[in-house]
């Protein structure tokens, strides 16, 4: 072994022992990555910096882009919505349609919006049809996966693995080419989920349950509210009379939050930082007994007067709770709400956050965010209807279904027509995937789909900067020759046994790295070894690259493994174990379908 196969092994080792740890975030990961390629010589500047130039990357922006106008202007809404006259009055067609749309939307749309739009959806169907949420949150997660393997866009390891397949000379795969393997995905996983996952997944069929997060009074069950919120009366001496919200401070040394304020019986609440309290106003207030009993020792002239006399209105009819998720890599992660000055932005309050299926009640303005909480917040109604999550958050429970505004109603048509325009000229190879996909983007921001303003704010820059700075990895790996050293050591490990059995072999492989890693990192990974492998064993290397692709994708095992499956865990109430018994038929499926599908479509 060279010293220049040692240094590019040592650097493939230590990058994904900080995937795996999380220690330092991907993309920064991905960013050493290339500086230890520059520096130690292993690639000139020019290959260090060629991912970021790559066709794959270029395309991954555009694409984001695309989804984001389909979604902002109601198009993926409206197709999610017509799960409910699909499935109205069979929980079997329910089952069966929420294992199988998504997968269809997410081979031309981001699995993340997918998976976002599809939770709120999925969730009021599953009260109205009397089934548990955790029956259907998962196999929508996993259909969307699935449903990566459709299009040459649908994931943005598929575009990775068909640029390196390009830059070593062979043939690329086309847009569709793919779609058999991702058909036949779909489809099993939906039979699969229907005859054996629903005994795999967790939650019995009562009504009580699955309504526990979809009204106010039922929020307030789920995070263990009742015996926390507090009505306190301001008396006549009381020294908070004259001064606002943000002056009396509860949340910074009391533990304290202020929901809001009820003035004489008024019908609306009041809940803004200005706002200028008076005696005999009533404060609604979340927290620990102790804490108040103590407040009101410290503060003469407030008087406790007890939980509310109806809780559920929480307290008036104005008033509405909210929840929204935290999704993976969201730049809210790590910061507080006392950060994000959320109070004074949104006139919205945080009231508790559920992490680890139990909720956090004390706090919870100075409580950093992490990867998958639920945060609950309260408002007047007029605030929680207009209040937009995104891009930090996305929606779990919104009493009012969200809709676009009728201008972007209106545009839905022209962005499903750009979109459909990008795939015909990618499917017809009228112009790369790419170019058609910047194309697709500025029209989307011509017509007035998407402003100029918001229109990075959709692009995954942790995506863009992880994909590019691991792509000379490959290179690197290729140029050194540790790509062929791996190669040899499969070939003659699994090359005796078939092309077949190697095939399997290196699907295993990818799969289990992309439980830890990215998808495009695992691509870069294994792809020149794949390439490489089929070389040695002297057959046609394009079913080795399918096998990459589908192997990357599959990353059923863990909720860590991708954003899809993160995305559920908090509102289905998943543990990890759930994970590993359902994903597991998944896998032996996957395998099954390359073993199978894979040979007779790209024969070796």
Known sequence: MTMEIGLVFAILGISMLLFIT??????????????????????EVEEVLKGFSSEAVIAIAGLLILSAGLVRSGVVRWIAERLNNIARGSRKRLTLTSSLVPGVLSGFVSDIATVSLFIPVV????????????KLLLPIAMSALAGGNLTMIGASHNLVVNDLLRSSGQPALGFFEIA?????????????TLVLGQRLLPGENEKGVVKSREDSSGLMRTYHLEDRLWEVL?????????????EIALGGGHGLTVLSVVRHDEPQLHNRVDFV????????????????????????????????????????????????????RSPMVGKTMTDLN????????????????????TDVGTTPLQEGDALLLYGPGDQTRSYDPRPGFLWLHKPHPEEAPRRLRHLGKWAALIMAGVVALAAFNLLPIAVAALGG???MVLIGILPLRQLYEHVEWRTIVLVGGMYPLGLAMEKSGAAGLVSSLIADTLGTLGPHITMIGITLIALLLTQALHGAAVAVIMTPVALDTASLLEIEPTAFAVAVIVGAAATYLLPEGHPAPLMVQSPGSYETSDYLKFGAGLVAIT??????????????
Do not use: M
């Open 22 to 43: 999380g220690w330092i975030r991907a993309d920064i990961v991905a960013v050493l990555v290339l500086v230890s390629l520059a520096a130690t010589g292993l690639l």
């Open 123 to 134: 969730l009021r169907l599953a009260r109205k049809n009397d089934i548990h949420r955790s």
């Open 180 to 192: 058999p393997v991702g058909i036949a995905l779909i489809i099993s996983f939906a039979v699969y």
């Open 234 to 246: 301001l008396l006549d001496d009381s020294s908070w009379v004259g001064k606002t919200l943000q």
């Open 277 to 328: 309290l008076e005696k005999q106003d009533v404060l609604l207030v979340s927290g620990r007994r102790t804490r108040v009993d103590k407040l009101v020792q410290e503060y003469p002239g407030l008087k406790v007067l007890g939980h509310p006399s109806q809780p559920e209105k929480f307290p008036s009819s104005s008033g509405e709770l909210i929840e929204v998720v935290v999704p993976p």
């Open 342 to 361: 959320f109070r004074t932005e949104t006139c919205l309050t945080g009231v508790a956050i559920w992490r680890a299926d139990k909720p956090i009640r």
């Open 441 to 443: 983007a500025a029209l």
């Open 591 to 604: 395998l099954a379908i390359v073993a199978g599908l894979v040979p007779i479509i790209w024969p070796f």
